[in-house]
């Protein structure tokens, strides 16, 4: 399958910074990517669907101010933290695809964020 | 809306011996669903995956899944569990069809024992 990339794996932070979140296509054109959000032994949850070139759609609850999102090429889209708090703290997980909904999403490693 | 139940939060198994694990969906219309799997540090991988074809759908890894309506279960069996089987496994709704937004049920950790 297709390979998809996060950096970094693992981020610690103080409360307050700001922490970025790289998820990379490695070899195909992501149109769509989407960005998950996964508590501990707990399932993932949406956080946001980013189109290439167009602006993120959030799902209900989540903060577009705080989990900014930008999906400016086809293979890289980024999700930064803004003053992040301690309950910020959790695994973020983005997924690509390619094309129509019909194509598979493909999963990255994921991004283990602490928040000191 | 769609959703879907993992009955079991934990599943353990011996080596060697079948693996059931079970989902029940909710979905107003003709839904796709899928198993994924997740190991410490990869990324989701897609085990299999129904959209209105066959009912009983096989995947990689000797994994298959049965689609029942009348039930409106997913579960997920192999015949015989292998160690390398032992992670997390999410049954997976899609929200409008296709691999659209991803609705995923709370996971089942499966342990197998020697």
């Known amino acids: 399958g297709a390979v998809v990339s996060q950096h970094p794996s693992r981020v610690i932070c103080k409360s307050g910074t700001s922490v970025k979140i790289e998820c990379r296509s490695l070899?195909?054109?992501?149109?769509?990517m989407f960005w998950y959000r996964q508590f501990p032994k707990k399932s993932l949850m949406l956080m946001a669907t980013?189109?290439?070139?167009?602006?993120?759609?959030?799902e209900q609850g989540v903060e577009k101010d705080k989990f900014l999102i930008n999906h400016a090429s086809l293979t890289l889209s980024t999700l930064t933290v803004t003053s992040a708090h301690p309950e910020d703290s959790s695994f973020y997980i983005c997924s690509a695809r390619a094309g129509t909904i019909n194509n598979e999403q493909f999963f990255g490693p994921g991004t283990r964020l602490t928040v000191l | 809306a769609q959703s879907v139940t993992q009955l079991d939060s934990h599943v353990s198994v011996s080596e060697g011996t079948p693996v059931l694990l079970r989902c029940n969906y909710s979905s107003s219309y003709s839904p796709s669903l899928f198993w994924y799997v997740q190991h410490p540090n990869k990324g989701l991988q897609l085990l299999l995956k129904?959209?209105?074809?066959?009912?009983l759908v096989k995947g990689i890894n000797g994994f298959e899944a049965e689609f029942k309506k009348s039930e409106t279960s997913f579960h997920l069996t192999k015949p015989s569990a292998h160690m390398s089987d032992a992670a997390e496994y999410f049954c997976?709704?899609?929200?409008?069809?296709?691999?659209?937004?991803?609705?995923f049920g709370a996971g089942t950790r499966l342990a197998v024992h020697p």
């Open positions: 980013s189109n290439e070139g167009s602006k993120a759609t959030y």
């Open positions: 997976v709704v899609s929200s409008s069809g296709g691999y659209n937004k991803l609705i």
């Open positions: 070899d195909f054109q992501a149109t769509t």
């Open positions: 129904y959209t209105s074809a066959a009912t």
